[in-house]
């Protein structure tokens, strides 16, 4: 496939990450025990320059394109998945900071480029106008991916006004020192993104630290007004939002695919004369099917990237048509890597499920990674197949096209 | 259900474990925490006889078909994979037992009718030939059950007075002459026990050996033509088709607790309740039916070894390849159905407190044994329909 050029910045940092994949790698088990990402790991990602990513340009940061921003996570998650997730979910909290107004960007990111938000979209608190204006808020969010991390928070919140009336959804900027946290991650897989609960007590958060997604969804944001902002933050809300979890999927597959090819010429079959898995030919149909699988999830994420990246370009606002369809491929990226890595890892045999294999700690993330809510496949084929049936730019079962 | 295909008692003893199903689930957690089954449910099952499935009546067993195993070792996983395996494999190690002469299965039955066995055929075994039996010295990863029996049955290769190859084979040899170790480190089927068994220059008398070849064609040490016909039913079709019980219970168990936890919403849409969107009504339905192929399926390769056996037939080589097949062929439509339900729930699944989890590991190892792996079986199931006399290139074991 045709790569369109990277900016030198990022191929650099891509660069870097290669160096650093064996001490990942290295440490993943570590990691995974004690369910966060250990300070070696964080800090080689953050020497390398992963997480300046997403962070606007005039902080010191990369502004990456979405389809960068997949290449850096997927870069990470080759050598590990939690670390991979981390990586993803840490520059798509930078990078919404920079669709909030810009004196809330300058509190994130004022002291440099380094600073680390966490970010969690849903809904799960209230927030009330209170005089003078801003908010006050209540809540617990669960899976705050990386929060172990950040000094900032994006949270979701509904919004109401001074009478109790709902007024629109939200995401809400927090810093980490309003909120209580609690450990709450345990889970079968992605253990190390320490994916861990936020709760606000009645705190304050001032306008300027509140993104509404009625007119996020139209593509209107605070931060993006005209003069001086970079043209990689004018992307489409959801789509963009998506699109930023699929680098650590494809990273995986990646892995797997090598890792079972790898082992493939000296390998043998259980219980048959195979002395090598690479001479079955059931073997080599497997491992091409798992790799064409993989071949369509890449080619499906980066077309959903290059949309994306093409129309903020040119300052246009991706139409009802395109995010819904963007909606039902960038679920079939995460399907087409599941059905992969289950395949693959049927090819290697048993033996990828001993504890000491990193073949069954990507097996268990990926699958972890594939039942986020937001790629559900069934809601990217509800609000695609709606369209394509109706051709309605609405759909009742969800607004977050 | 009432099915006349059971051998008596069995569906009393389907209905004993579907009551033991609560006891089983609640110590499913401690099971795996402990890498071990805990004695209360081995004890539990024990009592209503879960491991005497496959045993000769003479030592008050049930004398099950290979149906009788697939049915319990799916009751049992519908509570819990980990439990289901264990019995699943005491049972057909109970049932190669049975295929030893009656002095063997003396020797292990005749004190203690609840002892039990466990199973790995791979060969590892190496042997010197002595007055009267075999000397062998080995080592065996993979003894499910290896906590709760007593005797061992495991591969070995039989040689002459001058160390020539003879054949392959199995020995049955008492866990007081083994060296244990504790092995099974992995993802899932964590409290199967499948640890590691050591002989080291252990004696085993002739009439503890069952050669390899000859049990390939039917033909067992301890059967003749007045022996229940459950031991004369093909040896790798049965050793293979009961690998699937616990697959079969596991998919149940999985589509049970998604329905049961229906009215929960749906992340990031306005679906209050999972059971009101239409999407995840076909998903339940493509699962259910995806699980009731693989029942259907094994319920006709258990009718295909059961019946010849019962008429003294010995099913011919395309028959025992399409066994094969059917095996990876059910693991397969098990592993989707399971695939498509924990997305259909959603991430919820993968809570560490959800038993969906546990449930899911314990299929996808299980789903990964060698017996099951869909690839082989397809390959010998395809060079036979197509007339090729080549399969055994590829596996004996067929």
Same mark, same amino acid.
């Given at each position: 496939?045709? %790569?369109?050029?990277?900016?030198?910045?990022?191929?650099?940092?891509?660069?870097?990450?290669? %160096?650093?994949?064996?001490?990942?790698?290295?440490?993943?088990?570590?990691?995974?025990?004690?369910? +966060?990402?250990?300070?070696?790991?964080?800090?080689?990602?953050?020497?390398?320059?992963?997480?300046?990513?997403?962070?606007?340009?005039?902080?010191?940061?990369?502004?990456?394109?979405?389809? @960068?921003?997949?290449?850096?996570?997927?870069?990470?998650?080759?050598?590990?998945?939690?670390?991979? /997730?981390?990586?993803?979910?840490?520059?798509?909290?930078?990078?919404?900071?920079?669709?909030?107004?810009?004196?809330?960007? %300058?509190?994130?990111?004022?002291?440099?480029?380094?600073?680390?938000?966490?970010?969690?979209?849903?809904?799960?608190?209230?927030?009330?106008?209170?005089?003078?204006?801003?908010?006050?808020?209540?809540?617990?969010?669960?899976?705050?991916?990386?929060?172990?991390?950040?000094?900032?928070?994006?949270?979701?919140?509904?919004?109401?006004? $001074?009478?109790?009336?709902?007024?629109?959804?939200?995401?809400?900027?927090?810093?980490?020192?309003?909120?209580?946290?609690?450990?709450?991650?345990?889970?079968?897989?992605?253990?190390?993104?320490?994916?861990?609960?936020?709760?606000?007590?009645?705190?304050?958060?001032?306008?300027?630290?509140?993104?509404?997604?009625?007119?996020?969804?139209?593509?209107?944001?605070?931060?993006?007004?005209?003069?001086?902002?970079?043209?990689?933050?004018?992307?489409?809300?959801?789509?963009?939002?998506?699109?930023?979890?699929?680098?650590?999927?494809?990273?995986?597959?990646?892995?797997?695919?090598?890792?079972?090819? !790898?082992?493939?010429?000296?390998?043998?079959?259980?219980?048959?004369?195979?002395?090598?898995?690479?001479?079955?030919?059931?073997?080599?149909?497997?491992?091409?099917?798992?790799?064409?699988?993989?071949?369509?999830?890449?080619?499906?994420?980066?077309?959903?990237?290059? @949309?994306?990246?093409?129309?903020?370009?040119?300052?246009?606002?991706?139409?009802?048509?395109?995010?819904?369809?963007?909606?039902?491929?960038?679920?079939?990226?995460?399907?087409?890597?599941?059905?992969?890595? &289950?395949?693959?890892?049927?090819?290697?045999?048993?033996?990828?499920?001993?504890?000491?294999?990193?073949?069954?700690?990507?097996?268990?993330?990926?699958?972890?990674?594939?039942?986020?809510?937001?790629?559900?496949?069934?809601?990217?084929?509800?609000?695609?197949?709606?369209?394509?049936?109706?051709?309605?730019?609405?759909?009742?079962?969800?607004?977050?096209? | 259900?009432? $099915?006349?295909?059971?051998?008596?008692?069995?569906?009393?003893?389907?209905?004993?474990?579907?009551?033991?199903?609560?006891?089983?689930?609640?110590?499913?957690?401690?099971?795996?925490?402990?890498?071990?089954?805990?004695?209360?449910?081995?004890?539990?099952?024990?009592?209503?006889?879960?491991?005497?499935?496959?045993?000769?009546?003479?030592?008050?067993?049930?004398?099950?078909?290979?149906? !009788?195993?697939?049915?319990?070792?799916?009751? #049992?996983?519908?509570?819990?994979?980990?439990?289901?395996?264990?019995?699943?494999?005491?049972?057909?190690?109970?049932?190669?037992?049975?295929?030893?002469?009656?002095?063997?299965?003396?020797?292990?039955?005749? &004190?203690?009718?609840?002892?039990?066995?466990?199973?790995?055929?791979?060969?590892?075994?190496?042997?010197?030939?002595?007055?009267?039996?075999?000397?062998?010295?080995?080592?065996?990863?993979?003894?499910?059950?290896?906590?709760?029996?007593? /005797?061992?049955?495991?591969?070995?290769?039989?040689? $002459?007075?001058?160390?020539?190859?003879?054949?392959?084979?199995?020995?049955?040899?008492?866990?007081?002459?083994? @060296?244990?170790?504790?092995?099974?480190?992995?993802?899932?089927?964590?409290?199967?026990?499948?640890?590691?068994?050591?002989?080291?220059?252990?004696?085993?008398?002739? +009439?503890?050996?069952?050669?390899?070849?000859?049990?390939?064609?039917?033909?067992?040490?301890?059967?003749?033509? $007045?022996?229940?016909?459950?031991?004369?039913?093909?040896?790798?079709?049965?050793?293979?088709?009961?690998?699937?019980?616990?697959?079969?219970?596991?998919?149940?168990? #999985?589509?049970?607790?998604?329905?049961?936890?229906?009215?929960?919403?749906?992340?990031?849409?306005?679906?209050?309740?999972?059971?009101?969107?239409?999407?995840?009504?076909? &998903?339940?339905?493509? !699962?259910?039916?995806?699980?009731?192929?693989?029942?259907?399926?094994?319920?006709?390769?258990?009718?295909?070894?059961?019946?010849?056996?019962?008429?003294?037939?010995?099913?011919?080589?395309?028959?025992?390849?399409?066994?094969?097949?059917?095996?990876?062929?059910?693991?397969?439509?098990?592993?989707?159905?399971?695939?498509?339900?924990?997305?259909?729930?959603?991430?919820?699944?993968?809570?560490?407190?959800?038993?969906?989890?546990?449930? /899911?590991?314990?299929?996808?190892?299980?789903?990964? +044994?060698?017996?099951?792996?869909?690839?082989?079986?397809?390959?010998?199931?395809?060079?036979?329909?197509?007339?090729?006399? &080549?399969?055994?290139?590829?596996?004996?074991?067929?």
């Amino acid at each position: 496939m045709t %790569e369109q050029a990277l900016v030198p910045d990022i191929a650099g940092v891509l660069g870097r990450i290669e %160096e650093i994949t064996p001490l990942i790698r290295h440490r993943a088990a570590g990691n995974e025990t004690n369910r +966060h990402l250990d300070e070696p790991t964080i800090e080689a990602l953050r020497a390398a320059g992963v997480f300046r990513t997403g962070v606007p340009r005039r902080f010191g940061g990369l502004a990456a394109t979405t389809r @960068e921003q997949i290449d850096v996570a997927r870069a990470v998650a080759r050598a590990d998945g939690g670390a991979g /997730w981390v990586t993803g979910l840490l520059n798509s909290g930078a990078y919404v900071v920079g669709w909030f107004p810009h004196e809330a960007q %300058e509190e994130v990111f004022g002291s440099g480029p380094d600073t680390h938000v966490s970010i969690m979209l849903a809904p799960s608190s209230k927030a009330s106008a209170v005089e003078g204006g801003g908010y006050r808020m209540s809540g617990e969010w669960r899976y705050n991916s990386g929060s172990w991390h950040s000094s900032w928070a994006i949270l979701g919140a509904p919004l109401h006004d $001074d009478a109790g009336r709902f007024e629109d959804n939200a995401i809400v900027l927090a810093p980490r020192q309003d909120l209580e946290y609690k450990d709450t991650w345990h889970v079968a897989g992605l253990k190390s993104t320490g994916s861990n609960s936020f709760v606000a007590n009645d705190i304050l958060v001032p306008e300027h630290r509140v993104l509404r997604v009625g007119p996020a969804l139209r593509g209107d944001y605070p931060g993006v007004v005209g003069q001086g902002d970079d043209d990689t933050y004018r992307t489409a809300f959801i789509p963009e939002l998506e699109a930023q979890l699929l680098g650590a999927h494809l990273g995986m597959g990646d892995a797997v695919l090598d890792l079972v090819r !790898a082992a493939a010429p000296t390998k043998s079959i259980a219980y048959t004369t195979y002395r090598r898995q690479s001479d079955s030919i059931p073997f080599q149909l497997e491992l091409a099917r798992a790799a064409l699988l993989l071949d369509a999830a890449e080619l499906f994420a980066y077309r959903a990237a290059d @949309e994306i990246d093409d129309a903020a370009r040119n300052g246009t606002y991706l139409d009802y048509a395109a995010r819904a369809r963007q909606r039902g491929q960038q679920a079939q990226v995460v399907s087409n890597v599941r059905s992969a890595v &289950d395949a693959l890892m049927t090819a290697h045999g048993s033996a990828g499920f001993a504890e000491s294999s990193v073949l069954q700690r990507f097996w268990r993330d990926q699958a972890t990674a594939a039942r986020h809510g937001l790629t559900l496949p069934d809601t990217g084929l509800e609000v695609y197949g709606r369209w394509l049936a109706t051709g309605e730019e609405s759909n009742p079962v969800t607004p977050l096209v | 259900m009432v $099915d006349s295909n059971l051998p008596p008692d069995i569906p009393s003893l389907l209905k004993s474990i579907d009551e033991l199903r609560p006891l089983l689930e609640r110590n499913a957690a401690q099971s795996e925490t402990d890498r071990r089954v805990v004695q209360e449910s081995i004890d539990a099952l024990e009592a209503i006889g879960a491991f005497r499935v496959t045993q000769p009546a003479k030592y008050g067993g049930y004398q099950g078909n290979s149906r !009788a195993q697939i049915d319990v070792g799916a009751a #049992v996983g519908r509570a819990d994979g980990g439990t289901a395996w264990v019995v699943a494999l005491t049972n057909i190690a109970n049932w190669l037992t049975s295929l030893y002469p009656e002095r063997a299965q003396d020797d292990v039955w005749g &004190d203690d009718p609840d002892a039990k066995v466990s199973v790995v055929l791979a060969t590892n075994g190496k042997t010197t030939r002595v007055e009267g039996g075999y000397r062998v010295s080995g080592e065996w990863g993979y003894n499910s059950a290896s906590w709760h029996s007593s /005797w061992a049955i495991l591969g070995a290769e039989l040689v $002459d007075e001058d160390g020539n190859f003879v054949d392959t084979a199995q020995l049955l040899i008492p866990r007081s002459e083994l @060296e244990f170790k504790d092995t099974w480190y992995v993802a899932g089927m964590r409290s199967s026990g499948s640890n590691t068994l050591y002989a080291k220059d252990v004696f085993v008398p002739d +009439h503890r050996v069952m050669p390899g070849q000859p049990a390939l064609l039917g033909s067992y040490p301890g059967t003749d033509d $007045d022996t229940p016909s459950v031991y004369r039913a093909g040896w790798i079709p049965v050793l293979n088709i009961i690998l699937v019980g616990p697959q079969l219970g596991i998919g149940r168990a #999985v589509l049970d607790r998604v329905i049961a936890k229906a009215d929960k919403g749906i992340a990031y849409t306005n679906f209050a309740h999972q059971s009101d969107s239409v999407a995840f009504q076909l &998903d339940i339905a493509k !699962a259910a039916l995806l699980l009731d192929a693989a029942d259907a399926f094994a319920l006709r390769a258990t009718d295909e070894i059961d019946r010849p056996a019962e008429l003294g037939a010995y099913p011919d080589y395309l028959t025992r390849a399409r066994n094969r097949a059917y095996v990876g062929w059910i693991v397969e439509h098990v592993s989707r159905a399971i695939e498509m339900l924990l997305t259909a729930h959603g991430s919820g699944s993968f809570a560490e407190v959800n038993p969906l989890q546990r449930l /899911w590991r314990d299929q996808a190892v299980a789903a990964r +044994h060698a017996f099951v792996l869909p690839a082989l079986g397809y390959e010998l199931y395809g060079k036979a329909l197509l007339g090729r006399e &080549d399969g055994d290139t590829v596996t004996p074991l067929v």
